[in-house]
């Protein structure tokens, strides 16, 4: 009969048994991921990878997480720690709320495969994300929002943050339009006359000040007294 592996008991006394495999949880093989995402990213991001960087098998991996989609939700969860909705409790509501959505873009810009996860992802099951749901509802609230306008407002803000964090990631050169300048003139005309070397982040602004403006008004138009 072969002899097992010595290993350390509890109380430091040395006995044979079994090699002792790394213990896994969400936790870990998020943080697991997100190194691997950051050294080669979201193409190197497979179930064998994430296996070799954890050191265990594809089988133990997959004993906690049952598929990708999974795992870019628990990813998801873990960037959400990062957006900015502190100004919620200390600020002006519209204030608030161009700080969230700056955060929120920037974040996503960096990870841009996570994009069409959010859109249907359901939220149970990430608590990082419903908290942040939450401060940002308790903020509008406290702003005047009347509660059955509180979600549709979330929404559209997060509507247009993640696909501009999508703009982000688009080539300089997404415009041109070739040959075909005789079918576009003016919108030829038009591209060529942005300025800035970020064209992306100046329409994220604008468009995130037409938002904000918008939301104030519609704000006004439903308050009683106003």
């Not at 509008?140 to 696909?163: K, M, Y």
Request: contains cysteine.
């Amino acid at each position: 009969m072969r002899e097992g592996c010595l290993v350390v008991t509890a109380n430091g006394a040395r006995g044979r048994g079994r090699p002792v495999a790394p213990v896994l949880s969400a936790g870990k093989i998020t943080a697991a991921a997100m190194t691997l995402i950051e050294a080669r990213g979201y193409g190197a991001l497979t179930m064998a990878a994430l296996a070799r960087e954890l050191k265990v098998s594809p089988s133990a991996l997959y004993n906690h997480v049952t598929a990708k989609q999974d795992l870019l939700r628990w990813i998801q969860d873990h960037l959400n720690q990062r957006l900015d909705c502190s100004a919620f409790a200390t600020e002006a509501w519209d204030v608030a709320l161009e700080r969230w959505a700056r955060s929120y873009r920037d974040t996503y810009a960096q990870h841009a495969p996570l994009v069409p996860v959010i859109a249907v992802a359901p939220i149970r099951g990430a608590p990082h994300t419903v908290e942040m749901y939450e401060q940002v509802a308790a903020g509008l609230q406290r702003g005047g929002w009347p509660d059955a306008l509180i979600a549709e407002t979330i929404v559209a803000v997060e509507s247009f943050v993640l696909g501009s964090a999508m703009d982000a990631t688009s080539p300089v050169d997404v415009f041109e339009v070739g040959d075909l300048v005789a079918r576009a003139p003016v919108f030829t005309t038009a591209v060529k006359a942005r300025r800035g070397d970020d064209p992306a982040r100046a329409a994220f602004e604008l468009g995130l000040t037409a938002l904000v403006e918008g939301l104030r008004a519609r704000l006004k138009a439903v308050t009683p007294g106003e």
